[in-house]
């Protein structure tokens, strides 16, 4: 498959400039074409700029392929992730391999999914940590389902059903703090969506709040994204989620 060495970085600033775009409005009556913009006067990089350049194409290619989530799971040391980098510079560059792949192809998939493992076995015990550590404020709320919460601000009645489409503002957290997903990284814009369409902790959470209002909910893996889970969230992740319904329809 042919591809453009650009098209990274090409896609990467569309996105990054489409926030910034003005939008659209209608005119109420046909307006007059204007007159073409002058091209703009592109600079020329200076060196430093010319590396920057590089290291940006190289940033987004590899936001682009599964080596942040191999990263994360291997748990790579700063040696072993220069290896890897050293394997795609020599196929980059059409090397050949020094050393015979079928030699240690199955010890590397056995060390490979012994180190996935043990890790998978540490972060289940600290979910489950962390799940007892809020069971024990009084202020939350346990369900049957194993949703906790505890309503922040309760909001105006009537509430939602799953069945409604809901626009909000949240903040999605790991049990280590990481932010994996939040709509201030988009202006704080609310994000619209069917209720029934989302993980099922999120279905029985916003359902408890109405317009206006603000719950804070700890989601279980299996109400969440389960044992595999998804992009920046490991598998049998416990999930913390501040979320703000802004309306619903």
Same mark, same amino acid.
């Given at each position: 498959?042919?591809?453009?060495? =650009? ?18 409005? &209608?005119?109420?009556?046909? &307006? ?27 940033? +987004? ?19 072993? =992730? ?5 394997? #795609?510079?020599?196929?980059? $560059?059409?090397?050949? !391999?020094?050393? $015979?792949?079928?030699? @240690? ?32 404020? $009084? ?11 505890? #309503? ?12 409604? /489409?809901?626009?909000?503002?949240? /903040?999605?957290?790991? @049990? ?14 609310? /994000? ?10 999120? /279905? ?10 603000? #719950? !804070? !909910? ?22 913390? +989620? ?8």
């Amino acid at each position: 498959m042919k591809y453009s060495v =650009l098209a990274a970085l090409a896609v990467a600033v569309a996105s990054l400039n489409a926030a910034d775009e003005a939008k659209p409005v &209608a005119a109420a009556a046909p &307006a007059a074409e204007p007159a073409p913009s002058p091209k703009p006067i592109v600079k020329d990089l200076t060196p430093e700029q010319q590396k920057q350049a590089f290291y940006l194409q190289g940033f +987004f290619l590899a936001g682009q392929t599964p080596l942040p989530q191999i990263a994360t799971q291997l748990e790579l040391n700063d040696e072993e =992730l220069d290896q890897i980098l050293a394997g #795609i510079r020599a196929s980059v $560059k059409g090397e050949q !391999l020094k050393f $015979k792949p079928d030699e @240690i192809i199955a010890g590397a998939e056995k060390m490979f999914a012994e180190r996935v493992s043990a890790k998978s076995g540490k972060w289940v015990k600290q979910n489950e940590d962390f799940l007892a550590k809020v069971d024990t404020d $009084k202020d939350i709320i346990k369900t049957a389902s194993g949703l906790r919460y505890k #309503i922040l601000v309760p909001g105006t009645d009537p509430k939602p059903v799953a069945t409604n /489409t809901v626009k909000c503002r949240y /903040t999605g957290k790991l @049990i280590d703090g990481k932010v994996f997903d939040s709509t201030t990284t988009r202006n704080n814009e609310p /994000t619209e969506f069917p209720l029934n369409g989302v993980i099922p902790a999120w /279905t029985e959470a916003v359902q408890k709040i109405g317009k206006g209002g603000k #719950i !804070l !909910l700890f989601a279980p893996a299996a109400i969440a994204y389960g044992d595999q889970g998804q992009g920046p969230i490991p598998g049998k992740s416990v999930l913390e +989620f501040e979320v703000e319904l802004v309306d619903f329809k």
